[in-house]
């Protein structure tokens, strides 16, 4: 089983690149994020000829999710589910072959003292009562998408720059390490503990991507049952290169399932 995951920036304005990567590499699921773009006016037709099944919920001009199958979907569950406001487009839960796929956006927190912060490490609390809830971690699921988090040092270029981004801050690693240990695995991490990769180079720094100046904050996770089962995780840098790309890149992996 082959699984992608892809911070899109924009389903419309990548869709030749999302096309693409799905007829070169024809994963068995592929998770989108950040598709800007309201379930109404969601590009389906495109995918009609490409053999996916597709599931979204979005939102005009951000958020918004989506997830790609080869086979349907068994079940489809949007949202934290928690009565709590906002319950934006940031996560959906597609059930394939009886297994569970968690395709979230993490909110990205904007700065230390904004409300948006606080609102970012209060989903990841959410999130891990989300896990509680829906999923056993004896049995196999995926956790993947946007975690606008950079784990360890070895996640983010010049680590001691930024202490106080709000992607690399101690309370948002703290946090984001407090809902992966409800039972998910860093798949990336377990096969490669030393490996620097990034899936991430910020468009205003224009020769980021040239000086390998970038983040990994997109990340497949799997609980334990699952992870001893991973045989290959790698980042796909070419869309990063393409015409009218993304600031993030393709992450896959492959189970032996």
Known sequence: MKVATFNVNSLRKRLPVVLDWLQQHRPDILCLQETKVQDQDFPAPAFVSSGYHLTFRGMKSYNG?????????????????????????RLLRVVVQGMPIINTYIPQGFEIDSPKYQYKLEWFTRLRRYFEKHLSP???????????????????????????????????????????????????????????????????????????????????????????????????????????????TFLWAEFAV
């Open 138 to 248: 004896k049995k196999p699921a995926i956790w993947c998408g946007d975690m606008n988090v950079a784990p360890t040092p070895i996640d983010v270029h010049s680590p001691e720059k930024h202490l106080k981004h709000v992607c690399f801050h101690e309370d948002a690693k703290r946090a984001y390490q407090r809902t992966m240990s409800w039972g998910f695995i860093d798949v990336f991490r377990k096969l490669y503990p030393d490996r620097q990769q990034y899936t991430f180079w910020d468009y205003r720094a224009p020769s980021s991507l040239e000086a390998n100046k970038g983040w990994r904050i997109d990340h497949i996770l799997a609980t334990a049952p699952l992870a001893e089962q991973c045989t290959k995780v790698e980042v796909d840098i070419e869309p990063r290169r393409a015409k009218e790309a993304s600031d993030h």
């Open 65 to 89: 999710v989506a997830v790609l199958t080869r086979t349907p979907p068994e079940a489809v569950f949007y949202g934290l589910d928690d009565g709590k406001d906002p319950d934006e487009a």
